[in-house]
């Protein structure tokens, strides 16, 4: 068995030395030995020879391998059904030691640490770190703006065996929940829980509160905004739509100067933009839309549980969500906190499925009106039971901590952010791609070498911007994965991209205490 020498150089060092080497060599220098390149070569050769037969052979173990046990593998066929390893031009084979830098088509190379081969280096080095992260990273690493990572505890709760949703096991798991949503949501009215997304849940909504001709007024400034434009025009309404360039932040001044011009039943809003990474200010567009005694519709899909959300402080009708964001559980439930002034104020669209007086009625019993998902309603148990167990302020402080270190890692790498640079903006991080690189290529970057998921620009958007997402079960380190994977993969795609600087950046950023206002 040999152990082979890894070097520890960064790729920088790694291709400076190597191509030093050879212009030593060409010059006639060992610089191992300091004898001519002839006897070395001599000497050398058997022992290279000798490594690659080993190498074929599998006897060779890389330092590095045998610190990392290749996770995911099947042990009893070495890893052969892996996934990425069975892909074309990736056999299992080729996977062999990291450092076992023979590519197809190439002559077998000696290894690292005592030869090196000039530019072709920099793709044998970045090859072995693609078949490095293939090897043990298996794991993919879920960084959309939603849905988002799910904690193993709530995933356990969610693959337990199913129960009746009508059960004596499954209601005060029910209650629970209602009663964890009213705290999430802060508010003392019913929380109302569908078995639908979030755009379900705003249809419920659209459905309750709009009748055909009725002015209402929605804010819009990203892909959501427009959502709800177009979601209330189709039930209907005369909408007013209060329209702003996709990442400007809506003003309460001119929400409340629009209606001044003409009242509306409801104003419709979003509280995090997720397509732009726009926070709004929640308490000030409300109490704008309060003063002209409209009703207040919040989309607060990617926000609740992120940011703070009052409902009843703040004066909010109605707070819609749903629980693959921040609420950390998979995708299928949405809910809506409905006020009594929202439900007293119901039009009269046709409803069924999202009747809140059915809904409501149905869940004063604890009698769901349909078969709920009972697999996710104990997943969202554990996992409110999670965030409240944290504190939601303790995960607010986490979310503006996150995203600060999303902005300085972002910056660290010498890119210009998309959303604004502010606390605020702790939901989703939006980042101008370097000029000349389509966004979509550094997401297929960092999807086939990382297994990293982040997400695109939508819309106009789309290819010019990527997204990072810091929503609900993450960490500091969760960014630094991001910034360390996008700084490799940017400069594999040749942006001029400061290197080395921007993890720390970003952890120093994240341990800063959010100071609160
Ligand atoms: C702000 C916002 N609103 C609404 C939605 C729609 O939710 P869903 O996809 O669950 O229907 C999303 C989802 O990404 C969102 O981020």
């Given amino acids: 068995m040999v ?3 890894r070097d520890s150089m960064g790729r920088e060092g790694t291709m400076h030395r190597n191509r030093q080497r050879d212009a030593d060599r060409q010059a006639g220098v060992d610089e ?48 052969g059904g892996d996934r990425v390893g069975a892909e074309p031009g990736c056999p299992r084979e080729e996977l062999g030691p990291p450092t076992a830098s023979v590519l197809p088509g190439q002559q077998p ?20 770190l693609e078949r490095y992260a293939r090897n043990v990273a298996t794991k993919r690493y879920l960084f959309t703006p939603g849905p988002t990572p799910v904690p193993p505890e709530v995933l356990a709760a969610v693959g337990a065996p199913v129960i009746h949703h009508r059960s004596p096991e499954f209601l005060p798991v029910y209650e629970r929940v209602l009663t964890r949503l009213r705290e999430v949501c802060r508010t003392e009215s019913e929380v109302l829980l569908f078995g639908a997304s979030g755009t379900g849940a705003f249809e419920s909504a659209v ?13 819009s400034a990203g892909s959501f905004g427009e959502r709800w434009v177009a979601m209330t025009t189709a039930f209907g309404a005369d909408v007013d739509a209060l329209r702003y360039a996709w990442g400007e932040t809506p003003d309460p001044d001119d929400l409340r ?51 703070p959300c009052e409902t009843d402080a703040w004066g909010l009708d109605v707070v819609v969500s749903g629980s693959q964001k921040a609420l950390m559980t998979p995708p299928g439930l949405g809910l809506a906190a409905v006020s009594e002034a929202a439900l007293s104020a119901t039009g009269s669209s046709p409803r069924f499925y999202f009747d809140w007086a059915r809904t409501r009625k149905a869940q004063e019993k604890l009698d769901a009106p349909v078969t709920l998902p009972v697999s996710l309603v104990a997943g969202l148990d554990v996992a409110l039971d999670l965030l409240l167990a944290e504190g939601l302020e303790a995960a607010f402080d986490r979310h503006t901590r996150l995203g600060r270190a999303a902005r300085a890692g972002v910056k660290g790498l010498g890119l210009e952010l998309f959303s604004p640079d502010e606390d605020r903006s702790a939901v989703v991080t939006a980042v101008r791609a370097p000029a000349g690189i389509d966004s979509g290529d550094v997401i297929r970057g960092l999807r086939d070498r990382f297994g990293i998921t982040i997400a695109n ?33 940017l400069a594999d795609l040749g942006a001029d991209v400061e290197r080395g600087v921007a993890v720390t950046a970003a952890l120093e950023a994240f341990s800063t205490e959010p100071s609160r206002a």
């Fill in 3 to 5: 152990l082979r020498r």
């Fill in 32 to 79: 191992h030995h300091g004898r001519g390149a002839a006897a070395a070569g001599e000497e050398q050769r058997p022992r290279a020879e000798q490594r690659r037969r080993q190498e074929s052979t599998g006897r060779v173990v890389d330092a590095e391998r045998t610190i990392v046990p290749p996770r995911g593998l099947a042990p009893r066929d070495g890893g």
């Fill in 109 to 128: 190379r000696e290894p690292e640490g005592e030869e090196g081969c000039g530019e072709g280096d920099e793709h044998v080095h970045a090859s072995r």
């Fill in 207 to 219: 459905a309750n509160l709009v009748s055909p001709g009725e002015r209402h007024l929605v804010v």
């Fill in 257 to 307: 100067a629009r209606l001044g011009e003409q009242e509306a039943k409801a104003v419709w809003f979003v509280q995090s933009e997720t397509s732009t990474g726009v926070v709004a200010d929640v308490r000030a567009l409300a109490a704008a839309a309060k003063e002209a005694g409209s009703l207040v519709v919040v989309d607060a899909v990617s926000s609740l549980g992120a940011v």
């Fill in 457 to 489: 620009g939508q819309g106009e958007l789309k290819g010019k911007i990527f997204r990072l997402g810091h929503i609900g079960w993450f960490d500091v380190f969760d960014i630094t994965t991001q910034i360390a994977a996008i700084e490799l993969v």
